[in-house]
């Protein structure tokens, strides 16, 4: 079909002749980290516009169970906890990722088979020397506002290439559901782009920045007069059960957890105030107010968000300690 054509029918607005509406429907594939869709919690649709749809979905066998990558089914059991419900909890996440050459995997603007000049001057950059991708960043930040996710922000990233997007905040399972649908039309973008999009969390080896899903995150409690003794005390939590953590928060991590470029090393947990180098950072001026919220610099940039960000409200809410042997319980 000739490409003009081809380009008509797709932008074919349907309104002026039905009050039909087409829905995509969005899931979680099989291997957890794929996002697939078929054409059938909604977004508009930015890519046919009008009143068209993306759905996204949590998937069930036939005996009515939910199939092992349906993380959402646990997540929402969790956040509707009454104790979970009563902090109100709140997150934003900085979803990094790195744009590839579809031909070869090697990243965008890159000299093929060759590496750019150090690391130093591509952060927030600006200029064809340091910034590569920006026409698929802004078109995926402008989708994204159309499909009425809570992006809040992007930038380029320390390694060239490389990029980031923020989603929140967004209270409880939406904060899952609106990184999936985030993922999956940046996917699309890419594939029309004809540049691959990659999660992995240390995409290049060697002195260049892995990627990462900082998650930061507070309750109504930590928001509040006194947070900040809400706030250590979750930390002190989260660093009793760092290994359930660890081994939650995405494949390949031990890649980019070495206690370099900007991480700490991944059997050690640290937090600290404005520290780039914990496990868990804390604003300074969360420090000063007393109040506020923090982040967890841990998890991967191919993470479950369902998963992480059920894990991190089941640590700092439901979970409680044992004095007796350091061991803890989760209450349900």
Known sequence: MAPAL?????????????????????WVGGTGMDVRSKARAIFRDPFR??????????????????????????AAKIFNHPAVKAEEPWFGIEQEYTLLQKDNNWPLGWPLGGYPGPQGPYYCA???????????VDAHYKACLYAGIKISGINGEVMP??????????????AGDEIWVARYILERITEIAGVVVSFDP?????????AGAHTNYSTKSMRSEGGYEVIKKAIKKLGMRHREHIAAYGDGNERRLTGRHETADINTF???VANRGASVRVGRDTEK????????????SNMDPYVVTALIVETTILY??????GNGVVAH
């Open 289 to 300: 107010q007393g109040k506020g919220y923090f982040e967890d610099r841990r998890p991967a």
């Open 49 to 74: 516009k009008g009143k068209n749809i993306l759905v996204m979905c949590d998937c069930y066998a036939p005996n009515g169970e939910p199939i092992p990558s349906n993380k959402r089914y646990s």
């Open 161 to 174: 290439g490389q990029w980031e997007f923020q989603v929140g905040p967004s209270v409880g399972v939406s």
């Open 202 to 210: 240390k995409p290049i080896p060697g002195d260049w920045n892995g």
């Open 126 to 136: 600006a200029g064809a020397d340091k910034i590569y991708g920006r026409d698929i």
């Open 270 to 272: 640290i937090w600290g």
């Open 6 to 26: 081809l380009a008509d029918l797709i932008n074919l607005d349907l309104s002026d002749c039905t009050d039909k509406i087409i829905a995509e429907y969005i």
């Open 320 to 325: 409680e300690p044992s004095h007796s042997n």
